[in-house]
């Protein structure tokens, strides 16, 4: 039993090893061809842009209220009102005690 497990693990061992071979040698011409790309005259490598640091703020600040008018609520006149009442039905035509 072992020696027909052993005859089976050398075949493949040897399968392995004429698969490699075979790629090394097809493979080798392509990488022979494999030239660098040329360089044009006028490229430069990029810059590495710098950071400002002064605008940086911590904590940020807060967000901008986004409020829009839509209209004006306005109790004033009633209340102008109210109290002109108050002022005339009060002694003296004001509210609060006579003065001294």
Same mark, same amino acid.
């Given at each position: 039993?072992? $020696?027909i497990a052993?005859?089976?693990s %050398?075949? %493949?061992r040897r399968v392995v090893a004429w698969l490699v071979l075979l790629s090394v040698v097809l493979g080798a011409p +392509?990488? +022979? $061809?494999?030239d660098k790309k040329k360089k044009k005259e006028g490229d430069q490598p990029k810059k590495i842009p710098v950071? *400002?640091?002064?605008n940086i703020v911590w904590p940020n600040p807060p967000a901008v209220a986004r409020v829009r008018y839509q209209a004006l609520q306005d109790n004033f006149r009633r #209340? +102008? #009102? *109210?109290?002109?009442? #108050? #002022?005339a039905a009060a002694p003296g035509g004001r509210a609060g005690p006579p003065p001294p």
């Open positions: 039993m072992t $020696f052993s005859a089976k %050398n075949r %493949n +392509l990488a +022979l $061809f494999g950071i *400002d640091y002064s #209340q +102008l #009102q *109210d109290v002109r009442r #108050q #002022q």
